[in-house]
């Protein structure tokens, strides 16, 4: 009995719903990172 290499399609759905859930929260870690940084960029200009 071979088995033929075919993923059923929730298979890929769920993998895709976890790569693009991933990519927005890394996306989000990244735009808070950013802003944090930019924060600290102006408390020091403006002292």
């Known amino acids: 009995n071979t088995l033929e290499w075919a ?4 298979v890929v759905a769920v993998v895709t719903l ?16 950013f802003v944090q940084l930019f924060i600290n960029y102006l408390k020091l200009i403006s002292t």
């Open 18 to 33: 976890f790569a693009s859930t991933f990519d927005l929260i890394a996306d989000f870690l990244l735009c808070s990172k």
């Open 7 to 10: 993923p059923p399609l929730r």
